[in-house]
């Protein structure tokens, strides 16, 4: 990137960051729950990345519109109550649009509510930022989960089913991993996730020359 | 679907269907609090109150809720009520054990986003239990809750003594314990089901 790094983050610089370099799932592991519990299959992560990130981006454009007009004492609560709305807007469009995604997430589309992330940028950024930046911002953050989960849901629905959005792949021999699509599936696939990027960010240091020595 | 026996509820809820091993709930205290076995039982017991209390909030409003043919404001009058409540046992628990609530600190407050604590009042209101069944699915979350959350910190101040690689250390070795602790668990599958 050719960009000033210092200085006031570019519009492109916000965006970047919840995209890669603080990703909500890899980096940060916010909002964990429901990465690990509809990550089953791609459709369903993705279906998921996507609610979150709506959710995101229209509750950061709202707490930065009004957020010289709240007062600090209750900001939690309006917080909670402007991203519940949201939700709740979700939650119906799920409906109307496909009934049998609406069942495939259940619950969980409502539990958007209590995802870390979301509460967590509305009060770390979009709080204090115009409304422009917020968004970006939180269009990042929400592509950034959304391409998470969806690493997620791929890897599970490649070894747990063979397929991928439905399609096989392994022709008929294929022998499913059944505990892919199970609970324990899911935090083994995530945990694999985080190996692989935390052994690939301390080759990167290694191989960096160092200014200083080494401890 | 026929009615569901407290007793299967009850070990259904505690094991087969463990809220954080099975149904991956509250996976941020569960992540975040699990070092230490002095603070996870105390968490447990926290989060398990204020189970209960959103739990017999959640039957009172649903029932209020479907009384006035307003049903797209569950969502968010569960929410509030939730963090109203989870005020009030903070403050509580200021007043009535000071040294408890010092050892909680932070994760008190954070109760209100767990998504346990909301997932036990929309799942009760969605399984459609009556009074009773919730009563005893808001304990039975609370004590899985706990019961995994004791297990992992186990887990984790025994492997603080053995020699973990330096890339595994961190979350991704908490994850592919979780993910073991899930596997085993996974045995109860069935129980409370057949009787």
Redesign the interface.
């Known amino acids: 990137m050719a960009l000033p790094g210092k200085a006031p983050p570019s519009t492109l610089d916000e965006f970047l960051e919840g995209l890669w370099r603080q990703n909500p799932v890899f980096v940060m592991?916010?909002g964990?729950?429901?990465a690990?519990?509809v990550t089953v299959s791609a459709v369903n992560a993705l279906a998921m990345g996507l609610a979150t990130a709506f959710v995101l981006v229209s509750s950061a454009l709202l707490v930065s519109l009004i957020r010289k007009m709240v007062p600090k004492e209750v900001r939690?609560?309006t917080y909670?109550?402007i991203i519940?709305?949201f939700?709740?807007v979700v939650?119906?469009l799920i409906a109307a649009i496909s009934l049998e995604l609406y069942e495939a997430l259940?619950?969980f589309i409502?539990?958007i509510?209590?995802?870390?992330l979301i509460?967590g940028r509305a009060e770390a950024h979009a709080s204090k930022h115009p409304p422009l930046p917020a968004v970006t911002n939180a269009l990042g953050m929400g592509l950034g989960f959304a391409i998470g989960l969806f690493a997620l849901g791929s890897v599970r629905e490649i070894f747990g089913a063979g397929k991928l959005f439905g399609v096989s792949l392994f022709g008929p021999d294929f022998q499913p991993w059944v505990?892919m699509v199970?609970?324990?599936?899911?935090?083994?696939v995530?945990?694999?996730w985080?190996?692989l990027f935390?052994?690939w960010r301390?080759r990167k240091v290694t191989r960096s020359p160092l200014p200083v020595g080494e401890g | 679907m026929a009615p569901e026996s407290l007793t299967q509820i009850f070990l259904g809820t505690l094991l087969a269907n463990n809220f954080v091993?099975?149904?991956?709930?509250?996976?941020?205290p569960f992540?975040g609090v699990s070092g230490k076995l002095d603070t996870a039982a105390p968490m447990g017991a926290a989060t398990t109150f204020v189970m209960l209390v959103a739990s017999l909030c959640a039957y009172g409003l649903n029932w209020l809720v479907v009384e006035f043919q307003l049903e797209?404001l569950r969502?968010?009058s569960f929410?509030?009520v939730i963090?109203s409540a989870v005020q009030l046992v903070e403050m509580f628990m200021k007043k009535y054990s000071p040294a408890l609530f010092r050892a909680l600190g932070i994760f008190l407050p954070l109760i209100?986003?767990?998504?346990a604590?909301?997932?036990v009042a929309?799942?009760q209101t969605?399984r459609e239990y009556n009074f009773l069944q919730s009563v005893v699915f808001a304990i039975a979350a609370g004590a899985g809750f706990t019961l995994a959350l004791v297990l992992m910190a186990g887990l984790r101040e025994r492997l603080n003594l053995a020699n973990v690689p330096?890339?595994?250390q961190?979350?991704?070795?908490s994850?592919?314990l979780?993910?073991?602790l899930?596997?085993a668990f996974?045995g109860f599958a069935g129980l409370g089901a057949g009787e």
Do not use: E, K
């Open positions: 592991v916010l964990m729950c429901p690990l519990a939690i609560a909670i109550v519940a709305t939700v709740t939650d119906y259940g619950a409502q539990l509510v209590v995802n870390c509460l505990v199970l609970p324990p599936g899911g935090f083994f995530l945990g694999a985080l190996l935390s052994w301390s | 091993l099975a149904m991956f709930l509250g996976l941020c992540l797209f969502l968010i929410i509030v963090a209100t986003t767990n998504c604590v909301l997932g929309l799942f969605a330096g890339v595994v961190g979350t991704a070795l994850l592919m979780a993910g073991l899930s596997l996974m």
